[in-house]
């Protein structure tokens, strides 16, 4: 087996095995919505779609198929099985990025540096915890897709201009352009690939030749739209009413959020929605941008007009993303933010001087591959729940007020921190807010010296069944014990291949 082949199929199924495993029992986020649409097409006959798009609705359609023809089999009410197939279609699609990623870093680095880049990606951001909760992997997938495309085309275009790299920008644009079909707001980032093929371009001297291929190159990138648009606009009438309508209104989405100061602000510095937060590895992307600069000009203009544009885009929506996980709609740059680590200088590390970059790359790998697990053993509705019914109790709406986002001690990965060492050290210790307020004046009058405080305890133990309580524990009619031994056998299987 081909050395490049080997560590691929080891990264899709290991990926797959963990997300896999790492999975909850129910479904997460608006994939309920996703799983009832798909049951309904099935039953009806109808190509109907939900608010994952089309392409999640037309992927995930046969993972559910599958699951409802094994019922005949295994004596099992359907939708118990059919369920357990749809919870396996984003760890399917998050493993696939894990490939993708692979690929692109291959593209510039060796191939064993590609492979252990690969899995930082794939357990140390916000790609793991996503694998199970879903909704944006999809996305994710074809966004990596056409950037993988896109610099395969100006590696081959640096080379010689042949009629592969013309294949290459068609397929980056193809696969780019069917996010309509997806995450629409992606599109936003079309600047970012617009400047790769000018950089691409620039090396013509003669204007007008240079024109005249920046011309065809575009053309090129856009010309999927000739048949992808019209699909598009037909299926928006037919779910929708009209060609221009869809599940959301662009309307309430800009007009609906905060001022996008406090939306840059949120999306890279506050403690609750921080990408640094939930991406700590991120820190070595922005260490090593420069020299990324340095050696891959046009990937780093690519990179930084990318994050550039979507984290403007998003801070001036409602870009807290309710209260899932992290920054939900920064999720692709849990990738796209990780490619300055191709100028990572490997050799330098092997140095016997460079211990103390060693140890610093390695602890900020390694808290960033713990801080995901904060994200994958427990649930993320544990901390609306928790704080939907602290209001009900106490009257403070810290999920309406947003503090959530800006005070630590709201950080939704305290909470689960806190419910995670409950259940593992089997106490039921409650959460415990300490709130300084201003009480009015004259008060403040009488009580000089005094510290005017609220204390807000909660006990949120009840949750602990959305906590460490995967898929596999919870199939009727078959011993977890089994299924954990069967996942045993995979990842030491995969193991034996790899070493061989």
Not at 47 to 57: E, N, V
Not at 123 to 141: C, H
Not at 161 to 174: D, P, R
């Amino acid at each position: 087996m081909p050395k490049k082949f080997k560590l691929l199929f080891f990264l899709f199924f290991f990926s797959f095995a963990v997300y896999t495993f790492f999975q909850f029992p129910g479904f997460q986020g608006y994939e309920d919505e996703t799983y009832n649409r798909i049951i309904t097409n099935l039953k009806s006959g109808e190509l109907k779609t939900a608010r994952s798009g089309y392409l999640q609705i037309l992927l995930e359609t046969p993972f559910i198929w599958t699951g409802q023809i094994l019922d005949s089999f295994l004596k099992i009410e359907h939708d118990k099985i059919s369920q357990i197939f749809a919870l396996f279609y984003n760890p399917f699609v998050s493993a696939l990025s894990v490939v993708v990623m692979f690929l692109i870093f291959n593209l510039y680095n060796k191939k064993h540096q590609a492979f252990w880049l690969s899995l930082v990606y794939a357990f140390g951001t916000m790609a793991f915890p996503y694998a199970t909760i879903g909704m944006d992997p999809t996305a994710v997938l074809f966004v990596l897709f056409a950037i993988y495309f896109l610099f395969l085309f100006g590696k081959k275009i640096a080379l010689v201009e042949n009629k592969k790299a013309n294949l290459y920008l068609f397929l980056s644009g193809f696969f780019y352009f069917l996010l309509f079909f997806s995450k629409t707001y992606y599109l936003i980032t079309g600047l970012a690939f617009l400047s790769f093929i000018y950089f691409c371009s620039r090396k013509e001297k003669d204007f007008k030749k240079f024109l005249k291929k920046l011309f065809r190159y575009f053309l090129l990138f856009f010309s999927s739209l000739i048949f992808l648009a019209p699909i598009y606009l037909i299926a928006n009438k037919y779910n929708f009413g009209g060609c221009f309508s869809g599940p959301y209104k662009l309307s309430n989405e800009l007009f609906g959020g905060e001022n996008f100061i406090f939306g840059i602000y949120g999306l890279l510095f506050s403690f609750g929605k921080s990408l640094f937060i939930y991406n700590p590895v991120l820190l070595l992307s922005v260490l090593l941008f420069s020299q990324f600069y340095k050696k891959n000009q046009k990937e780093a203009f690519f990179v930084l007009i990318y994050t550039i544009s979507l984290v403007l885009f998003v801070a001036r929506i409602h870009w807290w993303s309710d209260e899932t996980w992290g920054p939900r709609y920064l999720l692709s740059l849990s990738a796209v933010g990780l490619l300055p680590l191709i100028a990572l200088d490997w050799q330098s590390l092997k140095k016997d001087g460079k211990q103390i970059k060693k140890i610093v790359f390695g602890l900020i790998i390694a808290f960033s591959f713990f801080f995901q697990l904060l994200g994958t053993l427990v649930r993320y509705d544990v901390f609306p729940y928790s704080f939907y019914e602290i209001y009900n109790a106490t009257g403070y709406n810290v999920l309406a007020s947003q503090e959530y986002q800006y005070i630590p001690q709201f950080a939704p990965y305290f909470v689960n921190y806190q419910l995670l060492t409950n259940k593992i050290l089997r106490v039921r210790k409650p959460l415990i807010y300490k709130i300084i307020y201003s009480p009015p004046m004259e008060e403040v009058a009488t009580k000089k010296g005094s510290v005017f405080t609220k204390e807000i305890v909660y006990d949120n133990n009840k949750y602990q069944a959305h906590c460490l309580n995967f898929w596999w524990m919870n199939v009727p009619n078959i011993s977890p014990f089994l299924l954990f031994f069967l996942f045993i056998l995979i990842f030491g299987g995969l193991f034996f291949i790899f070493y061989i």
